[in-house]
């Protein structure tokens, strides 16, 4: 049922979003990446510590993370160092690296997890055959980053996809290199997600004295 804006209920009812932290989702720095890394570890958490590794060097948003396969990143018994995926969002393939710590980790799990080629890399508990839920994915995300002590009001699924892109974009300032990696089809979205300002590019012009 609709409602008027002259209805006094409708002045009354509480905004959808009062309270919450709205907006651009915080990256991970250096160091929180290495403390959720320890408690993953020291709880002998495999699936988790593949998912978060995966999940920092891919860069992917968490509807084409979770529908990662095994043959995705793994060739002749192996963990590949790049991977190719298709976005859901957009329908083009984007290429991601798979750094020592991610192939590690997901050797650990596939040895455990077994399989074939064809099946989800992190299946679902309820139908084995099917792929972890991006609500599931999420709701891990707010573990992960409430144990180490962040807000999980700031942080999200995209700051897993974030972090790794921010820090390729401080170090380098290569906007162009960090669109590719994001597989963004506008290098606008790019500067947006990335929150670049003119604070920012003025850094980066300050680093080149000529």
């Not at 709205?22 to 290495?34: E, H, M, Q, S, Y």
């Not at 976005?87 to 997890?113: H, N």
């Not at 999980?152 to 974030?162: A, F, I, L, V």
């Amino acid at each position: 049922m609709g409602h008027s804006d002259l209805d006094p209920a409708v002045h009354e009812r509480r905004p959808w979003n009062a309270g919450r932290h709205v907006g651009p989702k915080r990256a991970l720095k250096a160091r929180d990446i290495w403390a959720i890394r320890f408690f993953l570890d020291e709880h002998k958490r495999l699936r988790d510590r593949a998912l978060f590794d995966l999940a920092i060097d891919s860069k992917l948003r968490g509807c084409d993370l979770v529908k990662i396969k095994i043959g995705d990143v793994v060739s002749g018994g192996h963990v590949r160092n790049r991977s190719t995926v298709i976005q859901q969002k957009t329908g083009r393939p984007v290429q991601f690296e798979i750094m020592t710590e991610a192939r590690k980790s997901l050797e650990a799990w596939f040895a455990r997890r077994g399989g074939t080629i064809l099946d989800f890399a992190f299946p679902s508990r309820i139908d084995y055959l099917g792929h972890l839920s991006t609500r599931q994915y999420a709701r891990l995300v707010d573990e992960w980053v409430s144990i180490v002590g962040l807000d999980k009001r700031e942080y999200g699924t995209h700051s897993m996809r974030r972090t790794k892109a921010s820090m390729i974009y401080k170090a380098t300032g290569n906007l162009r290199a960090v669109q590719i990696l994001l597989g963004h089809t506008n290098i606008e979205n790019t500067v947006r997600y990335l929150g670049v300002d003119v604070d920012d590019a003025l850094t980066l012009s300050e680093r080149t004295e000529i």
